[in-house]
């Protein structure tokens, strides 16, 4: 099978051996030279009479002009609303702006930026049942092609059912011309899919949940891609950064078709996750989600590095003081752990039973175990390539103070109900002294 976008949007509907229907949810990708350019003919492709743009300052600067004179140039009328300001965040406010900007008369969406742009617009198209185009600014992030948006909702981020964009635009002129730190953004969150697809399969022998290797090696090709072309991406090679454009459009297929995030979203996200919640209530510092992600795989590769070191040298569990654990992540938490609080009350990680079940499980299959583990790359090979496109590797490079790795990284299997590294530290029960050597 090709694992490019433009063939995975043409395959349609198909069987899959793992039981299920896989079919993406995007009608069309295009990214090459010029795309934006055709924004015009995508917008009357899919119905639109009039076209409401959703951007930012700095994306309209990059690549609106080029959408609105192509929805000009095709005979759509637009109604433009701009968010003030440098950056804005995914949250209550930024969404809710838009709702109320929105012109009615409008029948067709389209977002021009990235991340918190296309978030944004993928929940206004999903509440007005509209067509909605992402004409991309920046390879940033893994969420142009998801049905889903990851937003911060009463101070937890949390991904919430949106709208698939219909078509994707990547204008490789526009691209290569990103922010340095976006490009590396883009391929970090690329990289942190290796641990992602590995925790999906550790997850299928821990817990029994749903796993699909066809999904699993879709991932793995893009990533082969951009790993392949990492040395020319800030050099604006256009062959790199269509890689990683692509790439990142079918980490959203692979979610979409899998139909959770289990593919491309691991305990590396949720570092990233912990740094947004923290710095949204106490003013802390973070920096993009994909810069957060590569940094957040380094944690993770070395962690099961650790991991693997005390399995074979053998190491007796440590009893788990929920209680003190619980004061602590609400300390370092505050408010924005109020969420994860109440999570921890119902989920099944700390239920007695599920627990024995997943450590029963664990003890029969721990070779199986150590088998996927033993397929992730090493910290120090992805720490090398990264510093090899200049992007930050370590907490401390983006303000976070590396003393807090510890807590953070035992606070990511309480964001929510996933099976990730932390989760089997905890069932090992040597989550403190993992913690510890991250």
């Known amino acids: 099978m090709n694992y490019d976008s433009a063939s995975l949007i043409e395959k349609g509907a198909y069987r899959c051996a793992c039981g299920k229907i896989h079919k993406a949810s995007i009608k069309a990708s295009y990214v090459a030279p010029g795309a934006a350019a055709a924004a015009g003919a995508y917008a009357k492709r899919f119905g639109g009479t009039k076209a409401f743009v959703?951007?930012?300052?700095?994306t309209f600067a990059?690549?609106?002009?080029?959408?609105?004179?192509?929805?000009?140039?095709?005979?759509?009328?637009?109604?433009?609303f701009l968010y003030p300001g440098e950056r804005i965040e995914p949250d209550e406010k930024t969404v809710g702006s838009a709702v109320l900007h929105f012109d009615e008369t409008c029948d067709i969406l389209i977002s021009v930026g990235s991340g918190v742009l296309n978030d944004v617009g993928k929940i206004l198209a999903g509440m007005r049942g509209l067509p909605y185009l992402c004409v991309a600014t920046a390879p940033s992030m893994d969420g142009f092609a998801s049905s889903t948006s990851s937003v911060i909702r009463d101070r937890l981020k949390v991904s919430v059912n949106s709208r698939c964009p219909d078509a994707v635009l990547g204008d490789t002129d526009i691209l290569k011309a990103a922010?340095?730190?976006?490009?590396q953004a883009g391929l970090g969150d690329m990289l942190a899919?290796?641990?992602?697809?590995?925790?999906?399969?550790?997850?299928?022998i821990v817990t029994g949940e749903y796993y699909c290797p066809e999904i699993a090696a879709m991932i793995r090709a893009a990533l082969r891609k951009c790993i392949n072309g990492a040395e020319g991406l800030l050099q604006g090679d256009d062959e790199a950064v269509s890689g990683v454009m692509d790439g990142l459009i079918v980490a959203g297929i692979a979610a979409d078709w899998a139909g959770v995030s289990r593919p491309v979203s691991g305990t590396e996200h949720y570092f990233s996750h912990i740094w947004d919640m923290r710095a949204a209530a106490l003013g802390t510092p973070s920096s993009l989600h994909g810069v957060q992600c590569a940094i957040g795989t380094v944690k993770t590769l070395k962690g099961y590095e650790k991991l693997r070191g005390m399995l074979d040298a053998g190491v007796a569990p440590e009893p788990f003081n929920k209680a003190a654990w619980l004061k602590t992540l609400s300390d370092y938490m505050g408010e924005a752990g109020g969420q994860m609080l109440k999570n921890a009350e119902t989920c099944a990680l700390y239920d007695p039973q599920a627990q024995a079940e997943r450590q029963e499980n664990i003890?029969?299959?721990?070779?199986?175990?150590?088998?996927?583990i033993d397929t992730l790359p090493s910290y120090g090979e992805i720490?090398?390539?990264?510093r090899g496109i200049g992007a930050p590797t370590s907490p401390e490079e983006i303000g976070i103070p590396e003393s807090e790795t510890a807590v953070c990284f035992k606070a990511t299997k309480d964001i929510r109900d996933k099976y990730i590294l932390s989760s089997l530290a905890f069932d090992l029960g040597v989550l403190d002294r993992l913690a510890e050597k991250i």
């Open 363 to 372: 003890r029969k299959h721990l070779f199986e175990i150590l088998g996927v």
């Open 383 to 386: 720490t090398s390539l990264l």
């Open 193 to 204: 899919k290796c641990v992602s697809v590995a925790e999906w399969q550790i997850g299928r």
């Open 54 to 58: 959703l951007a930012d300052e700095n």
């Open 62 to 80: 990059a690549a609106g002009r080029q959408v609105t004179a192509s929805l000009s140039g095709a005979g759509v009328p637009y109604q433009v």
């Open 179 to 183: 922010p340095k730190i976006m490009l």
